[in-house]
């Protein structure tokens, strides 16, 4: 069974550094795309970066682009998302999922390509 756990939330000071990692078991990474999504309460979930496991390709999105670093580790079998200089509007519920590999890479954002879920993790920026 495809299962991914979240790990690595809580509480973060603005402009802190925390490290999110998201285990996957039941499947290898190579061959998927991974992404991170974040959701607050009444909005809908908003893709913050994926990597294609294959090449280490990466997007970002607009809000995570200078501030956040995903990667991954093969022997681990595990993706991270490092994120630097938070700010109060990324509190939000982070969850990361998987998919096969498709194309184009840029899309890969949005939500409904995914199909393996972790739970999420929550963190809250705050001082």
């Known amino acids: 069974q495809e299962q991914l756990v979240e790990s690595g939330g809580g509480l973060v000071q603005p402009g802190g550094s925390l490290r999110l990692s998201c285990a996957a078991s039941?499947?290898?990474?190579?061959?998927?795309?991974i992404a991170w999504f974040r959701q607050v309460p009444g909005k809908e979930r908003e893709g913050v970066s994926c990597?294609?496991?294959?090449?280490?390709?990466?997007v970002y999105a607009d809000s995570a682009e200078g501030r956040f670093s995903i990667s991954r580790d093969s022997a681990k079998n595990t993706v991270y998302l490092q994120m630097n200089n938070w700010k109060p509007e990324d509190t939000a519920v982070y969850y990361c999922?998987?998919?096969?590999?498709?194309?184009?890479?840029?899309?890969?954002?949005?939500?409904?390509?995914?199909?393996?879920w972790g739970q999420g993790t929550q963190v809250t920026v705050s001082s």
């Open positions: 999922a998987a998919a096969r590999i498709f194309s184009p890479l840029r899309v890969c954002v949005y939500p409904g390509f995914y199909n393996v």
């Open positions: 039941g499947f290898t990474l190579d061959g998927y795309i």
């Open positions: 990597i294609r496991s294959s090449d280490g390709s990466t």
